[in-house]
């Protein structure tokens, strides 16, 4: 494998430009991957990562300057293995053509759908999960037949070079090519003719992600992100949903797009919850500042950022909890739990994609439905100790990406379930049958039975069987 470190933004947009004629070219050759090639290219794939669990934990680590090889394992390798495996398992019905039911009218002949290819599918991963962020798009595309161009972000070059290494072991670039360079060049990747854009990111980085495709109106599946919030019942277990929440922040030092950016809690409850999230946090991550459990702020610029929001949130009046003492090293930031959060301080405002995690009280779940619904809709919603008729009140009544009961997002490591967002966090899915779907064309196809009389509809009109038919349907 050629290490392109060393390739300028022009270069890799030149061979951007190259790769994808290439790739159509390819394509065009053999539009209809049959299922055992298909099979064949997930297996090789399952293969590999195998092969290469420890240079992508190595890689990781370098590009976090700290990063629990566990997660690393758990997601980056283990979460592609059970998105293709699950593939393998149901491509053959995904596959088959499916029948559809005429009208009354048309009543004996055939209709169906088939789910052909797209052609080429470009996926602009990012760098909190370099590898599960663009394996998953890149396992949905090879199950619907397609060939697929891969952008990686610039902040993880390490996961690049292993990613590369990977999959051109496996592949021919005329079927995956792998893709770094700096912001000039993912500009161009974005403006490129695909025949589908899967990009995962920031909510303000979509709008220009889909602003691009649509001069070549190249269909979108945009993964982004929010403030996804926790919401804890007024029976809920404390001690038991702070474990839960305490974790989903310090996953990844809370880098993750669905891990729970806030949480709204029983009015008079706030303190006794940021100390039960306190104690937890500390339960699992006794010291942050050494832990190789504990992951590391991915750069000095994100450090920079967390540090801003929590001096902001601490000159307007919250109070800050911090889980452990801060270190000397800033990217090894413990969990800080905010109270005392008002509309006016960022926290309030932004997704906050560190471990900060603000608490506000509400007086009623009718009032906390208001407060989510009143906000962008975001990626994930987590109730905690709801019962059944409140849950079904909640979720009837919020929109969000996709919700995990009484724990935090396991629902996206269930790959027969779809994984998207809705409105401001996103749009489409590469989960499950959904994700097999949005990267397929689905073709209607009608089979006229030779002895069926369409003639019967030719003018000239008023014949005694149109009036028939209007008579019938329309009255």
């Known amino acids: 494998m050629n290490d392109l470190s060393y390739l300028s933004d022009t270069a890799e947009t030149e061979r951007m430009q190259r790769v994808l004629e290439r790739q159509r070219e390819a394509f065009n050759a053999q539009p209809y991957v049959p299922l055992k090639v298909r099979l064949d290219n997930l297996k090789r794939l399952i293969d590999a990562l195998r092969r290469y669990q420890q240079p992508i934990v190595a890689a990781l680590e370098a590009d976090f300057g700290g990063r629990a090889a566990f997660e690393t394992l758990q997601i980056e390798v283990l979460g592609p293995v059970l998105h293709a495996r699950h593939a393998v398992a149901h491509l053959r019905r995904w596959m088959k053509p499916q029948r559809r039911k005429t009208e009354l009218l048309f009543l004996g002949n055939r209709a169906w759908v088939e789910y052909q290819p797209k052609g080429v599918v470009g996926i602009v991963g990012t760098w909190n999960f370099p590898l599960y962020l663009t394996l998953g798009p890149l396992i949905t595309a090879l199950a619907a037949g397609n060939r697929a161009m891969i952008k ?22 005329e079927e995956v090519a792998v893709f770094g360079g700096e912001l000039t060049a993912a500009q161009v990747f974005t403006a490129l003719p695909l025949d589908h854009l899967v990009f995962t990111g920031a909510p303000q980085v979509g709008h220009h992600v889909m602003r691009a495709a649509s001069e070549h109106l190249v269909p979108v599946t945009l993964e982004l992100g929010g403030k996804s919030p926790a919401l804890l019942g007024e029976h809920a277990n404390l001690e038991d949903a702070a474990l839960r929440i305490a974790h989903g922040k310090g996953f990844n030092a809370g880098q993750v797009c669905v891990a729970p950016d806030y949480v709204l809690v029983p009015e008079g409850k706030a303190q006794v919850f940021a100390e039960a999230v306190k104690r937890a946090f500390e339960q699992l991550y006794p010291d942050p500042a050494t832990s190789a459990d504990y992951t590391s702020i991915i750069s000095e610029r994100h450090a920079q950022r967390l540090q801003a929001l929590l001096a902001d949130a601490r000159a307007k009046g919250a109070t800050i909890l911090a889980c452990r003492s801060s270190s000397d090293a800033p990217r090894r930031l ?25 608490v506000l009280e509400y007086r009623d779940l009718d009032q906390a439905i208001d407060y989510i619904q009143a906000r962008p809709r975001p990626l994930a919603l987590y109730p905690f100790g709801l019962d059944k008729q409140q849950t079904e009140h909640l979720l009837k009544h919020t929109h969000s990406g996709g919700v995990t009961l009484d724990d935090w997002a396991w ?7 779809p994984f998207g967002g809705v409105g401001n966090s996103g749009m489409g899915s590469y989960h499950g049958e959904e994700g097999f779907r949005a990267l397929s064309h689905g073709k209607s196809v009608l089979k006229r039975q030779r002895w069926f009389p369409t003639q019967l509809f030719y003018p000239p009109y008023g014949r005694w069987v149109q009036r028939l038919v209007v008579k019938f349907y329309l009255g």
Do not use: N, W, Y
């Open 152 to 173: 990686v972000s610039e902040f993880a070059p390490q996961s690049r070079k292993v990613l590369q290494a990977m999959l051109a072991e496996v592949f021919s670039e």
């Open 334 to 358: 413990p969990l800080q739990v905010i109270t005392g959060v008002s509309e006016d301080m960022r926290v309030a405002q932004e997704e906050l994609f560190g471990p900060l995690l603000p």
């Open 411 to 417: 629902h996206v490591f269930q790959h027969d379930l």
